[in-house]
């Protein structure tokens, strides 16, 4: 039962161009979703979150949309650098949960090409 | 370092063989995650502890499993009669929050291979 799902496994995009990932989930108790960035023998690194309150939070060149009534969710990176290719993870948490644990999708590989 | 470090990076053991892998949270952080990643994976929780309490153990996939934190900070995650399915990347994460869903900033992992 993969309660978060990111169903594209890579993208390939150009330097300077726009990458989106995208990620669904299923439980609506859902209420905190988080991206977070893997290099190659590295931990996963914070990005950027969203609470359920609100529908857009920007952070420099990172975006992300949510969209409940769709169960989806979306990262915007402009403009995208060879740098920002790693592996990204969307997570899902219960904020009232009283532990905090963060349900992951399977990752989706960004590839940015100079 | 103001990390989270683990050690060690990597392991080998014999199928049966029991291992501990061993995390250093951020100094003051309340809570503590372990997760298992297997190849291709995301993250999926393993435990969680909030100090010295572990108050979530529901992912623990068997009871060969055990994790400990007995003074709220270095926490030791133990497996015994190691099994190959036992291999993957073991996270550890820290959280200066108690619970809710705040910020989780991970170590570099353990890869653990069980020949």
């Known amino acids: 039962d993969q309660q978060v799902k990111q169903n594209s496994p890579s993208l390939s995009v150009q330097e300077g161009r726009i990458s989106i990932l995208n990620c669904d989930y299923t439980?609506?108790?859902?209420?905190?979703f988080l991206w977070y960035k893997k290099y190659p023998a590295e931990g996963p690194t914070f990005l950027i979150s969203?609470?359920?309150?609100?529908d857009k939070n920007e952070d420099g060149r990172f975006t992300v949309f949510l969209n409940k009534s769709a169960k989806h969710l979306s990262l915007h990176i402009v403009p995208s650098q060879p740098g920002d290719s790693a592996v990204y993870f969307c997570?899902?948490?219960?904020?009232?949960?009283?532990?905090?644990?963060?349900?992951f999708g399977q990752g989706t590989t960004l590839q940015v090409k100079p | 370092g103001a990390g989270v470090s683990q050690s060690p990076r990597y392991k080998v053991a014999k199928r049966g063989q029991d291992v501990a892998l061993r995390c250093d949270p951020i100094?003051?952080?309340?809570?503590l995650f372990w997760y298992q990643q297997a190849l291709g994976q995301g993250p999926e929780f393993l435990t969680y502890?909030?100090?010295?309490?572990?108050?979530?153990k529901s992912g623990l996939p068997s009871d060969r499993f055990f994790a400990e934190r007995p003074e709220g900070s270095v926490s030791t995650l133990k497996i015994q009669r190691t099994q190959q399915e036992d291999s993957a990347v073991y996270l550890c994460?820290?959280?200066?929050?108690?619970?809710?869903?705040?910020?989780?900033?991970f170590g570099p992992g353990t890869r653990l291979t069980v020949t």
């Open positions: 439980n609506s108790m859902f209420d905190y």
């Open positions: 969203i609470s359920s309150i609100k």
């Open positions: 100094s003051g952080h309340v809570s």
């Open positions: 502890f909030q100090n010295e309490a572990q108050l979530d």
């Open positions: 997570a899902a948490a219960t904020g009232s949960s009283n532990t905090g644990k963060l349900i």
């Open positions: 994460a820290s959280s200066l929050e108690v619970g809710g869903a705040y910020e989780q900033y």
